[in-house]
């Protein structure tokens, strides 16, 4: 009923217009969007592709888990395995270096495809979850993306086994090499952006609102009439399409796939990220996937420097992950939201006591 007349509250009250939109963003949204907009000019090659576009690209990935997480309650393992299907794909039916298996077809129609078979691999997966939560739902997701992981590793007649694919090189479009550095990063910029955008209107969106009505109290929405599957199947094709994209992206941005992309390792590593960066807001998966990147980047290097064994750069990962969770559990987005909070208390005790000392 709540959810009803949240629905009706949204139907009867004036439409946000654009200008209002923007007035309500922060300070931090804007400087963050021109940053973001202007790092070309101000951050190396290696930062601009290694890190911040590497870092949009996984974030895009953990962003589908997030919405199916945060939204509805379903913590799913397939998300990397969607990605890593449709890299492949591109590879499989456009060009690369494995010209005995490559079809070589053009990248406006091998891209399409990937990403089409890839979500429809996502929603099957899902289909197939679904009627399980929790710990059963891992299971279920996590043996098919391990299934996957063996299939590529041992099939050499398509998938080329465990070589995978090289020489995969972002297409040529508008006279631009999309694999040259400065576009490259715009375009996972521009993608990650319409993800981002897109999770939002969804989750305010009357399907969006019965999804999260889905996974508080699944059976007073079925007594209400909504088809609860139905809806999480459809949460899981929409999740999955921003995964494909974001599987396209990876390949070019790695110009090979192979087992290990998609491996089980891969798909525990985008729970991570999620949960470090936050499952309450859709940025979150951005902020952990830049986490991520940078201990993964320097963490060696940190190890190195102290006299330590740089082999083993994982627990330091480990550690700041762990560190992490163990003082917000609702990750990063969790420690800034309550260090926003605090700060608001303070300037409104400030305020009252300036208030109460100006009084007669």
């Known amino acids: 009923m709540a959810l009803a007349g949240l629905d009706i509250e949204q139907r009867t009250r004036p439409r946000e217009s654009f200008g209002e939109w923007v007035g309500r963003r922060g300070t931090a949204f804007w400087v963050t969007a021109a940053l973001l907009v202007l790092m070309p000019a101000i951050a190396s090659p290696f930062w601009l592709v290694q890190i911040i576009a590497y870092a949009l690209v996984l974030g895009m990935i953990a962003l589908s888990l997030m919405f199916l997480?945060?939204?509805?309650?379903?913590?799913?393992?397939?998300q990397?395995?969607?990605?890593?299907?449709?890299?492949?794909?591109?590879?499989?039916l456009g060009s690369s270096a494995i010209t005995q298996i490559s079809l070589n077809w053009p990248w406006w129609t091998a891209v399409p495809v990937a990403i089409l078979v890839a979500t429809l691999f996502g929603t099957l997966s899902g289909a197939l979850s679904v009627?399980?939560?929790g710990i059963y739902t891992i299971m279920i997701t996590l043996a098919i993306a391990?299934?996957?992981y063996y299939l590529t590793l041992q099939n050499y007649t398509i998938f080329n086994g465990f070589s995978g694919f090289n020489g995969i090189l972002p297409p040529v479009f508008l006279g631009i090499d999309w694999g040259q550095g400065v576009p490259f990063y715009y375009l996972t910029l521009g993608c990650a952006t319409l993800a981002y955008g897109a999770v939002i209107y969804v989750s305010r969106a009357p399907f969006g609102l019965a999804l999260q009505g889905t996974r508080d109290n699944p059976r007073r929405m079925a007594a209400l009439g909504f088809d609860v599957v139905a809806h999480r199947i459809a949460a899981y094709t929409f999740a999955s399409l921003i995964a494909a994209c974001a599987g396209v992206l990876l390949v070019w941005y790695q110009r090979q796939i192979s087992p290990g992309t998609a491996g089980v390792g891969p798909v525990v590593d985008m729970l991570i990220i999620a949960v470090v960066g936050g499952l309450s807001r859709?940025?979150?998966p951005f902020i952990g996937a830049l986490v991520y990147v940078l201990l993964r980047t320097f963490a060696l290097d940190v190890l190195e420097s102290?006299?330590?064994?740089?082999?083993r750069y994982q627990l330091l990962i480990g550690l700041g992950f762990l560190i992490i969770v163990l003082f917000s559990p609702d990750g990063l987005i969790g420690i800034f939201e309550r260090l926003r909070e605090r700060y608001r208390r303070g300037r409104d005790v400030r305020d009252g006591a300036m208030g109460?000392?100006?009084?007669?």
């Open 306 to 311: 102290v006299g330590l064994d740089g082999r």
């Open 69 to 78: 997480a945060g939204y509805g309650g379903i913590v799913s393992l397939v």
């Open 80 to 92: 990397m395995t969607v990605a890593g299907l449709a890299g492949y794909l591109v590879a499989i």
């Open 146 to 148: 391990s299934a996957f």
């Open 356 to 360: 109460g000392g100006g009084a007669p």
């Open 282 to 284: 859709p940025i979150g």
């Open 131 to 133: 009627r399980t939560e």
